[in-house]
C-alpha cells in the first residue's frame, strides 16, 4: 500500500513553484471580484476556481501551505477586509486546501459524466459545509461576537446555499475545459 505522501506529494519543482504562485496571484485577483447573484443578500466570490485549480496542481499536503501562504499574503497587502490578522482563519484556509486537494489532485473530470458531476457535487458540498456553514460562523461568533443565528438568519447566510449549484456548474465548465488543453493536462493530471 502507497504511502499517503507518496500518492498525494507531488515533486516540488521551479516550474510547479512558478505555477502555484500563479495561481496564487490569480485567487488574490479573483478574490476581489464578486457577482449579487440575491441582490443585497448573497454576493458569490469566485476565489474557488483557483483553490480547485491549487488541489488539482497541489494536492492535500502542499494546496493548505499555497493557501496559508496565499492567506497571509492577502492580509499583509490589505485584502483580507479586517485589521488584524486571526490565525484561526487562516488554518481555516489550511484545512479547506486539504480538502481541494485531496478531492481535486489529479482528478480528470468530464462534463459530459454523470459521475463526475455527483463527485464535483459531493467535493463542493464537502468544503462549504466546512468552511461556509460551520467554521466561518463559528469563528465570527467567536471573534467578533456575532451569533451564529443573526449570521444566518439576519445576515442571510443561509442564502449561500444557493451557491452550491453556482461553484458546481462553473467548476465542471472550467475545470475539464482545462484539462483538455495539452500544456494543462500535465500539470493537473500528471
Known sequence: MKKFTDKYLPKLTTRL????????????IIGKLSVWIIPGTLKVGFSFVPNVLIGAVAGPILA??????????????????????????????????????????????????TKDWAYTSFAVIVIMLIGTFIFTPLLIQIYFKVPVKVQYFAQGRIFKIFEIPVRIIIIMLIVPALQRIPSVKKYILS
Open 17 to 28: 513553484t512558478v505555477t502555484l504562485a500563479m495561481l496564487m496571484a490569480l485567487k488574490f
Open 64 to 113: 493548505p501551505i499555497t493557501f496559508v501562504l496565499s492567506d497571509i499574503i492577502n492580509m499583509a497587502t490589505g485584502g483580507g477586509g479586517g485589521s488584524h490578522f486571526i490565525l484561526a482563519f487562516t488554518l481555516l484556509e489550511a484545512v479547506q486546501g486539504f480538502f481541494y486537494g485531496l478531492f481535486f489532485y489529479k482528478k480528470k473530470l468530464d462534463a459530459k459524466s
